[in-house]
């Protein structure tokens, strides 16, 4: 779609503010480097935020759910119901991402951007086009005007939550969504599903090749169609994503609009990643990626991304909690560039001359 809003000019980051940055770690009481990525956070915090002084203190969560019509096909060990039960769990406190968003005072944003629920479910805002996708396997899961308003969803979040964010923190919910994801990696970054497709919530090796299959079924049927499309990312979006998926790509294209940062989860928000900067390749200089899930493709989906993410802990819940998990890192990181002392104001010599 020529002209749409997602193909707009994406903020440009400060190399002055980036400069600066880099001079001042210079300085600080350590030999230079020896803060290792803790170091070039705070330089590339700096440079997203135009700020002498990066932080990482206002964060909302924004957490997409929504259901996914492929699931009748058998590719999750959860039923489909479990999404809109998990977003009610999120409402009510007791998910390991409203523990997490408390512990570190992130407000949570709960989006309904496309569950089987029929009514609203209490403490999530609905803002989706339709009640779960189609089975991608056997048509497209979205048409033209359900993706559309799913992207833009997702720049409404942005829109509403995100005001005077120092950077965003993305997560989803949705059973099935690893199989759109998986499709997605596939068809956007010439990935083979053998090697990719991977447990999601805990299929066995047996219901793995099954997801497989359908996966490939999938991409014989759609793959075509999404290489002769102007724009693969939006076709193949349409064809095999996903709407909480849309929704993150429409947040992570806003949100690079807008000059704040993202801070990039596990498996799905990495192919919502993948979708965003197929639709915009300014996006990516807007995303910090967080941690690589256990899901076998993530760190293949990592690569394609050229993407190196902080932490590794065999996490595999999705919900934005690998990201959430990674933020003290980054307010770390702020602090040790902010507040620590120059050679200069401690009075330590320098390096020797050699
Ligand atoms: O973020 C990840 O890397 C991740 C890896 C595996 C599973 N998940 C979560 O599990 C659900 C999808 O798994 P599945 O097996 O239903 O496709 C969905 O709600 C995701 O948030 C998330
Ligand atoms: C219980 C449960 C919690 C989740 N959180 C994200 N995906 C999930 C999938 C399941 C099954």
Redesign the pocket.
Known sequence: MAGAWWSGDCAVLSREHAERAEARQACLTKPPGALGRLETLAVELAAMQARDRPRAARVPVLLF?AD?GV?AQG????PAE??VQ?LANFAAGGAAIAVLARELGLPLHLRDVGTLAEGPVPGATVDKPCRGTRDLSAEAAMDAVEVAHVLEAGRRAVDEAGQDADLLLL?????????P?SALACALAALPADGLV??????DDARIEG?QRVIERALALHGGAIAAAPTPALEALRRVGGLEIAAMAGAMVAAAQRGVPVLV??????AAALVAVGLNPGVRDWLLFS?C???RG?ARLLEALDATPLLRLD?????G??AALALPLLRLACALHNDMATFEEAAVAGASPA
């Open positions: 759910a996914h699931v590719v999750s060990a959860f479990v999404t998990m997560g989803e919910m949705g059973i099935g969504n690893t199989t994801a991977g447990a999601g919530t805990g299929l997801k989860d596990g498996f799905i928000v990495s941690h899930s256990a899901e993530h996490l595999r819940l999705g919900e909690s690998g």
